[in-house]
């Protein structure tokens, strides 16, 4: 007579709980890890006006190739476009990542704060929301652009910076976010310090800008909304 061999017990897994719910309770319960914040996820970006203005050849631009590499070959003088036209569509082509749009936003906005003067004070209001539409991508390489010109900005003209002084509570939220997003490469070499696309490094670079140009309000209204900022002139 043949022994039947032993059956193995299978055990049953128990589905995972919702935190805080009566399941989570009950004994031997798994409980569900809360789920991600998203606040360093990229957001999907919609179709830029740049884009569209560029496409259409409303631009006065062309590109422009020598020794140094690519350059905006403008057809009429920078200082004299109209900047309350131009320059917040430019600030607003900052959102883009793809070629030639990226390239054309980046270094349009720069030629024409370099240019501007007394152009640029005026149109501040208008490039707050082309501003936190970039940074709100979430995306590494927009947000970097974007401090780079910001940096540029404040010392663009008179009271510029003391100008965006009003406007820190739409543009500084996600610079508290990313503030401490720095890469740790060990003993590697971290290229980003050197082409500087740390991200951390150049809003640390951005806040001290902001602080040295926007007056004696200025580092107050920063550390309400980075608490984790210290004064570069105070200390």
């Known amino acids: 007579m043949s022994l039947a061999a032993p059956q193995k017990r299978t055990s049953r897994k ?41 496409e259409r050849g409303d631009f006065p631009i062309a590109l422009e190739h020598d020794t ?27 959102r883009e990542t793809s070629h030639p749009y990226e390239f054309f936003a980046r270094q349009g906005v720069h030629d024409m704060l370099e240019h501007g003067g007394s152009k640029i004070l005026p149109v501040i209001p208008q490039l707050i929301i082309p501003i936190k539409n970039a940074l709100n991508t979430r ?27 009003p406007y820190y ?17 060990g003993d590697g070499i971290d290229y980003s310090q050197q082409k500087r696309e740390n991200i951390g490094d150049l809003i640390q670079e951005t806040l001290e800008s902001f602080e040295r140009q926007g007056g004696e309000d200025a580092f107050i209204n920063i ?6 900022y210290e004064s570069c002139m105070l200390n």
């Open 14 to 54: 128990k589905p995972a709980a919702e935190g805080f719910s009566s399941q989570s309770w009950s004994k031997n319960s798994v409980v569900k890890s809360p789920p991600k914040s998203g606040a360093f996820t990229e957001r999907p970006t919609s179709p830029t006006a740049f884009r569209k203005f560029y």
């Open 139 to 165: 995306n590494r390489k927009v947000i970097c652009t974007t401090l780079k010109v910001l940096q540029h900005l404040v010392v663009s003209g008179d009271l510029v910076g003391e100008a965006l002084v």
């Open 68 to 94: 140094k590499g690519n350059k905006i070959a403008w057809k009429v003088e920078v200082e004299k476009l109209d900047y309350h036209h131009y320059l917040p569509l430019f600030f607003d082509g900052l």
């Open 169 to 185: 509570r739409q543009i500084l939220p996600i610079l508290n976010i990313f503030k401490n997003n720095n890469l740790n490469s």
């Open 223 to 228: 550390k309400y909304m980075v608490p984790t």
